[in-house]
């Protein structure tokens, strides 16, 4: 079974990512990321945390807004989408159930929804390419890079099945968007799916976004398939001995989505400069 890191990927990328920030401080511009929490919650918190330590340790400014209310987020978010001297913005998912995510994301511009939140990396994906939407000066979604990424390390059938185990929107509906655009089948598994291992079972590439530990065992997966686990939902001692390919709970899609999050800001940035 090969695991497939974070860490190697953002080795490689890092060094550039730090020239361009060097190159816009030459050019006085400090890229800059704005996250907006709603309630408290301490796992998001930590997700938070994470993203402020690599943010300043590349150079990357970063602030932390936190709203009690669905209308203080909100007030919040429209400061920020005129505030020049932001990049790019973040509402930290999930929010508390008094209030509305839809609402909130859509006071995101677009050039700053660094998350590529506002439409889902759905709508566009309509009428267009894989290569033109990869390529577009908007935001790509983090988790289709990172995906992208860890992909990029394994050799896959000409035509791959594609499972996505939730349909949130961090994870499963852009993963899934991602999928179709590169021609593959694609299936997405929530609650109300019924018969979900006739799905999983005939994936070639299953991508997990529930964030329900241990959801995923052995009996989900096709031998030599490759899971990549987005939100710890995979009980791994016993999906690693059936799996060919795995990206581990810790030192996987987290870092890396956390990275691409970063490489989104700095080019909203270089766009601005």
Not at 69 to 85: K, S, V
Not at 104 to 125: N, S
Request: proline letters at 6%; aromatic letters at 4%; one cysteine or more.
């Amino acid at each position: 079974m090969k695991q497939l890191l974070a860490q190697p990927v953002i080795d490689a990328r890092t060094p550039a990512l730090t020239q361009r920030v060097s190159l816009l401080s030459a050019a006085d511009t400090q890229p800059h990321l704005a996250v907006v929490l709603v309630g408290e919650d301490i796992e998001t918190l930590r997700f938070v945390d994470a993203k402020e330590t690599k943010a300043l340790a590349l150079g990357v400014l970063f602030s932390r807004y936190e709203a009690e209310t669905h209308e203080e987020a909100g007030q919040i978010l429209d400061h920020l989408a005129t505030d020049e001297g932001v990049h790019g913005i973040v509402l930290q998912l999930p929010v508390p159930a008094f209030s509305d995510p839809s609402q909130l994301i859509a006071r995101i511009p677009f050039a700053k929804d660094v998350d590529g939140l506002r439409d889902r990396w759905t709508e566009r994906a309509v009428g267009t390419t894989l290569a033109a939407l990869l390529g577009s000066p908007e935001p790509v979604s983090p988790m289709v890079l990172a995906v992208r990424a860890l992909l990029d390390q394994v050799t896959l059938p000409e035509h791959p099945v594609l499972a996505c185990i939730g349909g949130g929107r961090l994870v499963g509906q852009p993963v899934a968007a991602y999928g179709k655009l590169a021609g593959w089948r694609v299936g997405i598994i929530t609650e109300e799916t019924e018969h979900p291992f006739r799905i999983t079972r005939e994936a070639d590439v299953l991508v997990t976004g529930t964030g329900q530990a241990n959801l995923v065992t052995a009996d989900w997966i096709k031998e030599g398939a490759v899971v990549l686990d987005a939100s710890r939902d995979v009980q791994h001692e016993v999906v690693d001995e059936v799996a060919g390919a795995v990206s581990p709970a810790k030192g996987g899609i987290g870092p890396l989505t956390v990275h691409f999050l970063l490489e989104n800001v700095v080019t909203a940035a270089e766009r601005y400069a």
